[in-house]
């Protein structure tokens, strides 16, 4: 049986996932084989499941058609993000951050979020990510034209992410 890392090891270990991408190659490489990403319940829709789960690294490959179908400028979220805090105990590391981005309808959107991630054995094995969903549904996805618009552009980037 291994010796479970650090909360030291642990905040590393997800200090590094951020800073190499979630969903590159080498973030895929840092999640356990049964990772899952567990969203708000109201996000399901996006997520393309019941439970609102990413599941796996396969599923992880899949966020950011997300993302570039909610936000303009996606790929910008590393200069976006401002991280407020990461604490860790055991297996477990909490951040805090807030990101800001511009919807495809040009709308300012700045939203803070919570992620709780369990670590398992030096992998990264679950996102529990929290947010403000009511003010991401007002701004992302507040008429029956923008809510059409990012579900259609979500189903077109994930059906290419998962033809590649």
Known sequence: MNQPNSA???KQLV???FMAGPSSEAGLAM????FKWIAPRSE???????????????GLRTLPAI????????EDAASSTNMHFMIAEDDLVVIEFDAAFTTHT?????????????????????VREHA?????????????EKRSAVLARVDRLR?????S
């Open 44 to 58: 399901a829709e996006l997520f393309g499941s019941s439970d609102a789960i990413l599941h796996g690294p396969e």
């Open 106 to 126: 040009g709308e300012p959107y700045h939203n803070y979020y919570c992620m709780v991630i369990v670590c398992s054995d030096g992998k990264i094995a679950e």
């Open 67 to 74: 993302d570039q179908a909610v936000y303009v400028n996606a």
């Open 8 to 10: 030291s090891d642990n």
């Open 31 to 34: 999640v356990t084989a049964d």
């Open 132 to 144: 403000d969903t009511h003010y991401f549904h007002e701004v992302v996805l507040g008429t029956p």
């Open 159 to 163: 059906a290419a992410l998962n033809a």
């Open 15 to 17: 200090a590094q996932w």
